[in-house]
């Protein structure tokens, strides 16, 4: 009654099965690990999370804790003997009622009870064993004895004939109980490494969780942003839509009254001078001298607004400008503003720069002078007198004192005209001597190049020409460590991508300058393009 009672207790309320891998949470309910992972997952959608026992909610997804206690008291439960009541076996004597077995008699293959037991023989060759029903199991199949040792050379148990005299003669043999308490030390051990393991496992499970959790949650955080960022550039584009188009409605309702204006006047005009021109033809065709004398000259019929002077004159006669002229103006400016967007939202990919880059001394060769800001390296004949150490270069190299591990981040540099220069990353572990510590001469280093005024990309001494016709002055170096993506860009209107290199970064990563009568000025945040 007991142990059902014991069952009862261990039986997970999700699953209604005995607990497996019990986890407690904060308000002190167990639960299988898996089956309280599926409801939580479940709660994810709606960000409310509660205990399925008590309900009590937390504001975060709550931790899971490994119930130690509660494991210990699961592996005693799921190892214990079963008793006589599970086990169904029962006394081969008692042939009346059913009675429990408490013992069972190899030599007799009989079960015993209390009784029974006490009443049976106590003689050597009677060897008693817990309950069980498969007694001629205990006995060689040979000699149809009880198997009393174990052959270690076969891994067999065996009876003292077969010791003697059998096929294991001669053989390294152990006592039964010596034999099964050796293998139950292995099989202990054994039990502490897959325990060891699984919590191994269980804490790996753990992270995996926890980084799929963030994963997440970053991933719901760029969802947002892209769409506020395409939300706030769909308004943007509407505005300025309307507002152009605003614009040439107002140019064309104005141009059209002007021309309705001059259109109108010019008929009254036109009007006027078919009415003298019909009067001069009548005159025309009169016969009578004396009537075609008495009328006015003809200077008098020309039209009185032209007799006003020049002023009235060129009025008349000015055309209005062609109505393609329209006023282009505010139609280029609302579209340079829609570039400036776009340029925006592109030099604004890596969110997380700019990134503060400061010059390492300690890693600057002698012939390379660091400003006193740190942002600035320039080449010069005048050797600096540093002392030599591990970390220093030979040549005219020097890193940054930062070093990237994760992120998006980016940096600008701006070059002198003159000289040769390298820009890029590198791993802290690149060579400081030899050819072989040029950066992008490695497989430690990747670099943008300018030499004798041709633009490369390098990597492991393997250069790639640049086929673009650029004069690079300002350079951006973005770097994606968990994409494995290092990227430059000429710093122009619009912004203009030149190389990506692909890699997976193993190592931490430091900016990296090598210039030959050139300098090169880190700076100090976005420039306005």
């Not at 050379?153 to 003697?164: M, Y």
């Not at 614009?247 to 059209?256: A, D, F, G, T």
């Not at 990309?457 to 994409?483: F, G």
Request: proline residues 3%; charged residues 30%.
């Amino acid at each position: 009654m007991a142990s059902a009672d014991l069952r009862e207790e261990l039986l997970c309320s999700i699953c209604l099965s005995t607990y497996t891998d019990p986890v407690m949470l904060r308000c002190g309910h167990n639960f299988c690990r898996v089956c309280i992972d599926r409801v939580l997952d479940t709660q994810d959608e709606s960000g409310v999370y509660s205990c399925p026992d008590c309900r009590e909610e937390f504001q975060e997804r709550p931790a899971m804790m490994r119930n130690l206690a509660l494991c210990k008291i699961m592996e005693d439960f799921l190892f214990t003997p079963p008793t006589q009541e599970i086990t169904g076996i029962y006394c081969t004597y008692c042939v009346d009622s059913p009675v429990p077995a408490v013992r069972s008699c190899l030599h007799c293959e009989a079960s015993l009870c209390d009784k029974h037991l006490r009443s049976h023989s106590k003689s050597p060759e009677h060897v008693l064993s817990d309950p069980s029903t498969s007694l001629e199991k205990r006995k060689c199949s040979v000699h149809k004895k009880i198997l009393e040792y174990y052959c270690t050379e076969d891994a067999a148990c065996i009876c003292v004939s077969c010791s003697l005299a059998g096929e294991h003669r001669g053989h390294h043999v152990e006592m039964l109980d010596e034999a099964s308490e050796k293998k139950k030390k292995k099989l202990r051990h054994a039990l502490q490494e897959l325990e060891t393991k699984r919590e191994e496992t269980e804490n790996t499970v753990q992270r995996l969780e926890e980084r799929r959790r963030k994963a997440q949650e970053k991933a719901a955080g760029e969802a947002e942003r892209v769409t506020a960022l395409c939300t706030d550039i769909r308004r943007r584009v509407d505005d300025l839509e309307k507002k152009v188009l605003s614009e040439i409605s107002r140019q064309e309702k104005e141009e059209s009254l002007l021309l309705s204006a001059l259109i109108h006047q010019l008929e009254i005009k036109k009007d006027e001078l078919s009415r003298k021109m019909r009067h001069i033809e009548e005159l025309c065709n009169m016969t009578d001298p004396l009537t075609v004398l008495q009328e006015p000259d003809t200077g008098d019929l020309c039209d009185p607004e032209e007799e006003g002077g020049d002023e009235d004159t060129g009025r008349h006669d000015e055309q209005p400008h062609d109505g393609d002229d329209l006023d282009v103006a505010v139609i280029s400016h609302t579209l340079h503003t829609l570039c400036e967007v776009i340029s925006g939202i592109r030099s604004g990919i890596y969110v997380e720069g700019p990134a503060d880059i400061l010059l390492d001394v300690t890693t600057a060769g002698n012939d390379i002078n660091i400003s006193d800001d740190l942002k600035t390296a320039t080449w010069t004949q005048m050797n600096q007198n540093r002392s030599e150490t591990a970390e220093r270069f030979q040549t005219y190299q020097v890193m940054s004192r930062r070093g990237f591990t994760s992120g998006r981040h980016y940096w600008d540099v701006e070059s002198s005209r003159l000289g040769d220069w390298r820009v890029g990353m590198c791993n802290p572990s690149i060579d400081r001597r030899g050819h072989q510590s040029r950066v992008g001469d490695n497989t430690k280093s990747w670099s943008l190049r300018r030499y004798n005024n041709q633009y490369s990309v390098t990597y492991d001494s393997k250069e790639v020409p640049l086929s673009q016709q650029i004069s690079i002055d300002k350079v951006r170096i973005c770097l994606d460590y968990e994409a494995g993506q290092l990227s430059f860009y000429e710093l122009c209107e619009p912004i203009r991508h030149l190389h990506t290199f692909t890699a997976i970064f193993t190592e931490p990563l430091y900016a990296a300058l090598r210039l030959y009568k050139s300098s090169i000025k880190i700076l100090g945040g976005k420039q306005q393009l």
